[in-house]
């Protein structure tokens, strides 16, 4: 049970922003929210994680509820590259696995 | 650091057959995991290690399914009998875990062995 919601499909135009949600509306004081991208023929790959705070890194934001039941992960201006499944995980203090849900696929227009 | 490597990339067998798949994690993670993944789905997870130590296998882990990681090193995952259903991509992840907390561990996945059962 990945107990995270996202849509399942996203469009975005070519050097736009772009926010992806994630409903997360269980979640508990101690889980972290982290973020995940597959690229079409890869594995996933690691994006961007946080507990409370609104974080920043090279490849995205993350912006995460006041009451932690939803984040958003943004990414400033999308390029054709960006076009992937972005996947939105709980993950608990004291786990180890991900447990993914289905995600968000993200399409890029030139 | 050249990532974690997966071998073969392709695999088609014919139904009843065994295979067997390796990966090489990222050589300081101590922790590796499998996964599995279907056309549309998001990775399922199978089982994990610590060194060498298998900690969790999951119940989609049938008894036609074992995992090993000698010396906390490389890993295989073997299918015995295999199936139709067992045709998907088989996807291999390290990382590092110190401790207990998992907040801030991050996976690191192979590229993946795509089988197909005939």
């Known amino acids: 049970d990945a107990k995270t919601t996202q849509p399942n499909s996203m469009e975005s135009n070519e050097e736009e922003p772009v926010h992806l949600p994630c409903n997360h509306s269980t979640i508990s004081g101690t889980d972290y929210i982290h973020w995940y991208r597959q690229l079409p023929s890869q594995g996933p790959e690691y994006v961007i994680h946080g507990l409370t705070s609104n974080v920043n890194n090279r490849m995205a934001s993350l912006a995460i509820a006041e009451d932690r039941k939803s984040s958003t992960l943004i990414l400033h201006r999308a390029t054709l590259r960006d076009a992937a499944v972005y996947y939105c995980?709980?993950?608990?203090?004291?786990?180890?696995?991900?447990?993914f849900g289905q995600g968000t696929e993200l399409s890029v227009k030139p | 650091d050249t990532g974690v490597s997966q071998n073969p990339r392709h695999k088609i067998t014919k139904r009843g057959q065994n295979v067997t798949f390796r990966c090489d994690p990222i050589s300081e993670h101590n922790r590796l995991y499998w996964y599995r993944q279907t056309l549309g789905q998001g990775p399922e997870f199978l089982t994990y290690f610590q060194n060498e130590a298998q900690l969790e296998k999951s119940r989609l882990l049938s008894d036609r399914f074992s995992a090993e990681r000698p010396k906390g090193s490389f890993s295989t995952l073997e299918i015995q009998r295999t199936e139709q259903g067992d045709s998907a991509m088989y996807l291999c992840?390290?990382?590092?875990?110190?401790?207990?907390?998992?907040?801030?561990?991050?996976?690191?996945f192979g590229s993946g062995t795509q089988l197909s059962v005939l």
């Open positions: 992840a390290s990382s590092t875990r110190d401790g207990v907390s998992a907040t801030n561990e991050k996976l690191f």
């Open positions: 995980i709980r993950i608990y203090n004291q786990g180890g696995k991900l447990i």
